[in-house]
Every structure is written in structure tokens, then in C-alpha cells.
């Protein structure tokens, strides 16, 4: 039987025992205290029973296609009321560890694992899908070593403008800020945005159309702890 839970055992006699146990404990006096209905455990040993007389029919020299069919159905429905009493009644206090256990459950886990700064880069594709508007495919560097964490990063995206032979100094101090001069690094740019995107539009203005932009990507964080720098690179604006 397919089963997408982790926490439920993968065949059907351990599915049975871990309800008979739910049972058991739910009726002992420690389990007072979690406040689930009496209805609920009657439901759930109802389930349980009817589970058990179907899986013997199914295991019987006497099965037929009914019969196996009447077996799924009695499961499924004892695995949704375990589902819905785990996730009503058990994810919450007052339960403690030792419940857990009791339950066949795995103890919840209430200790935080940091994610250190990244150790690999970024880089970009980039498309244009129309004027003043770049598009950047965002990926990890090609060939450099995977991390681990790279799943919880996201992107860093520095940027600046340079118009054809470098800005005014009235332009390059303005809100506009754009480069006086070719960047050599991701240092020199002065704009910067996060995503957690892989894909991430840049819309420019209409009058940076010719001008050369410039990009350079890291990994970042949750912290805001940045990774190494990416390439640099630049792409006209169209």
C-alpha cells in the first residue's frame, strides 16, 4: 500500500499495530491531559477493527478482488482518522518526548540548525524580453563545487549603469547613480536587490535603452551572510 507519510510504518500489519498502540495510550490516565474526545478513540478503535478483519479476509486463501478491494478501503479510512488525530491533537502541547515515543512517533525536533554562509557561487543567463527589460536565469556557477544548503540561499543581485563613455560626476552622485567608469568587480555597483527566485526581471528605464549594465551575484543567507563573488558580466539594455 502506498504511503507518503514518513511516520507511518509502510506495511499494513505495522499500519495495525501502531493504531492498536494509539489505542492503548489514549485510554491510559497519562494521556488525560492532551484532551482528545472519547469519540475519538472509539472511531479510531472502530477503524482499527474493521482494518483487521479486512486484512485477514485479504490474507486468507479465500480472498477475491472484493475482498482486497474492502481491504484498501478499511485502511484508507483508519489512515485518515490517524492522520487527522496526529495532526489535531498531536502536534501541540502538552505532549512531551516521551509521549512521542509512545506513540511510535519521532520526537519533535525544537533545535535550530544555522545554515552557514554559502560556499559557492552565482551567476546568470540573461534574455531580453522586451525594451529596457533584462531577464536574468539565475544558476550556480558552472563546475564549482555543490553546497550542501544551497536549497536554503537566495540570490544577491548587484547592478549598476554605465552610459557610453562613463556618467558625470552630477549624474554618477544623483539618486541615478550611474558608473563613471567600467566595474572590475561586484564592489563597484551600486544597487543591489534579493530573490529567491530563479528567474528575476529587471525593468530599467526607458532612457537606459543602449546604455551597458553591469551584474554580479552572490549567494546570500538567511542572516544576510554573503557567499564569494560571482563573475562579473554586462548586457546592453535594449
Not at 80 to 85: A, E, H, P, S
Not at 96 to 115: A, G
Not at 190 to 208: C, G, Y
Request: charged share 25%; aromatic share 10%; with cysteine.
Amino acid at each position: 500500500m502506498a504511503n507518503n507519510s514518513d511516520w507511518l510504518p509502510g506495511k499494513r500489519e505495522g499500519q495495525l499495530a501502531m493504531g492498536k498502540d494509539w489505542g492503548t495510550v489514549l485510554n491510559s490516565p497519562a494521556a488525560m491531559s492532551w484532551n482528545v474526545p472519547p469519540d475519538e478513540n472509539q472511531e479510531l478503535s472502530a477503524l482499527v477493527s474493521a482494518a483487521e478483519t479486512a486484512l485477514a479476509a485479504a490474507q486468507s486463501s479465500e480472498r477475491t478482488p472484493v475482498i482486497t478491494a474492502q481491504c484498501k478501503v478499511a485502511f484508507e479510512a483508519l489512515l485518515v482518522k490517524m492522520r487527522f488525530i496526529k495532526s489535531r491533537y498531536f502536534l501541540r502541547p502538552p505532549l512531551t518526548d516521551p509521549d512521542f515515543i509512545s506513540l511510535e512517533l519521532k520526537p519533535r525536533d525544537t533545535i535550530h540548525t544555522p545554515v552557514p554562509p554559502p560556499t559557492t557561487q552565482a551567476e546568470a543567463d540573461v534574455s531580453r524580453p522586451g525594451v529596457h527589460l533584462l531577464e536574468l536565469h539565475l544558476r550556480p556557477v558552472f563546475g564549482f563545487p555543490p553546497d550542501p544548503h544551497r536549497s536554503d540561499y537566495g540570490y544577491r543581485i548587484y547592478y549598476g549603469v554605465v552610459p557610453p563613455g562613463g556618467a558625470t560626476i552630477e549624474v554618477a552622485t544623483s539618486p541615478k547613480r550611474e558608473l563613471m567608469r567600467v566595474p572590475v568587480s561586484g564592489d563597484d555597483l551600486p544597487f543591489s536587490k534579493f530573490t529567491r527566485r530563479k528567474k528575476e526581471l529587471m525593468d530599467f528605464a526607458q532612457e537606459d535603452s543602449g546604455k551597458t549594465a553591469y551584474f554580479c551575484i552572490r549567494y546570500e543567507n538567511a542572516k544576510g551572510e554573503p557567499g564569494s563573488w560571482g563573475p562579473l558580466f554586462n548586457v546592453v539594455i535594449p
